[in-house]
């Protein structure tokens, strides 16, 4: 989560242009409006739970975003499967939460409730000022969502953004949720989303390129006529949320190759089709208007003879 790549042009394609009346609107009768829904204080944590450095420092440091890839040692790596795992529980429990009705804030309650009662931190917590536990993206929301006070509705699509502190590192995972009955073409998308996710994962070894996920991230999409978000990355992970490598999602030249105890994140984000990005005043939200997007993130664990995902939840089999 949060981690957006480094180039100036690619920052330059999110508006802040205030989001006008549509004239032709085919996905979203309803549009998510900026500020129509209030944000309610982030929830306490327990003074007894540990805290991320940044949370405590006057100069916070967010992430390390250059220089090579980390390679973490066995006693990294086991604190990593546990925390990968918490986030893996909490984003299934995030996940089968999810009904008409009930608000992205009740949602954000069910996941810091989750998360503390394990005894770890809610990651998203004054990371760069996020005010909430976990990141809900609703509909055209692509990334970094608020959780709010709207309810969820009838055909309503959610990415459920997970990051969690625990025992001196991060784990962060991301799914979906639907609430029926949602569209085909939604559907479609969701499922592709995943597979090329999927896909990703199983090039992952030692030798293999960083470059090569964009690859098959963008063959995949193209292949359904998505196409791939371009402004969110992946990213190693570990005593930082953010820290070398960077996972690009689409075709790209970045350097170095795959070596036995990297840890990274792969979380495409696939759009229906290539339109403007906004972003809300809140520097969080960004939104790409009656366009819908789907992401899926799991963390990967470079072996020896291959690759583990770490954040595998219970109740997958497609890797």
């Known amino acids: 989560m949060f981690l957006r790549i480094i180039k100036q042009y690619q920052f330059s394609q999110i508006g802040r242009i205030k989001q006008k009346q549509r004239n032709h609107i085919k996905y979203f009768s309803k549009p998510i409006i900026e500020g129509q829904y209030g944000v309610v204080p982030a929830r306490a944590v327990p003074s007894n739970i540990p805290r991320p450095s940044y949370i405590n420092e006057t100069k916070p440091v967010y992430g390390i975003y250059e220089g090579a890839p980390v390679v973490h040692n066995n006693e990294m790596i086991q604190k990593l499967r546990k925390a990968a795992q918490i986030a893996a529980k909490t984003a299934y429990v995030a996940q089968q939460s999810v009904k008409k009705g009930m608000t992205t804030d009740e949602l954000d309650k069910i996941v810091h409730e989750y998360i503390i009662s394990q005894n770890a931190y809610p990651s998203p917590i004054g990371f760069m000022g996020f005010p909430k536990s976990v990141c809900t993206s609703v509909n055209e929301v692509c990334c970094h969502g608020i959780p709010n006070l709207r309810p969820l509705e009838q055909g309503d699509s959610l990415n459920i953004d997970v990051t969690i502190f625990y025992d001196g590192v991060h784990g962060d995972t991301s799914v979906m949720a639907q609430i029926p009955e949602i569209n085909p073409e939604i559907t479609k998308l969701i499922n592709t989303t995943q ?14 390129k960083f470059s090569k996920i964009g690859d098959i991230v963008e063959e995949v999409a193209g292949e359904e006529g998505f196409t791939v978000c371009e402004l969110f990355t992946g990213h190693g992970i570990g005593e930082l949320m953010h820290m070398p490598p960077t996972i690009i999602h689409n075709f790209n030249d970045y350097p170095g190759v795959m070596v036995p ?48 995902v770490l954040t595998k939840r219970e109740d997958e089999t497609g890797i």
């Open 195 to 208: 597979k090329a996710l999927y896909e990703a994962i199983k090039i992952c070894k030692p030798g293999q």
């Open 261 to 308: 105890g990297n840890v990274f994140t792969i979380e495409p984000i696939l759009l229906m089709h290539h339109d403007q990005y906004l972003m809300w005043k809140d520097n969080f939200t960004v939104v790409s208007p009656d366009n819908p997007s789907a992401q899926w993130e799991h963390m990967i664990l470079i072996t020896e003879n291959g690759y583990e």
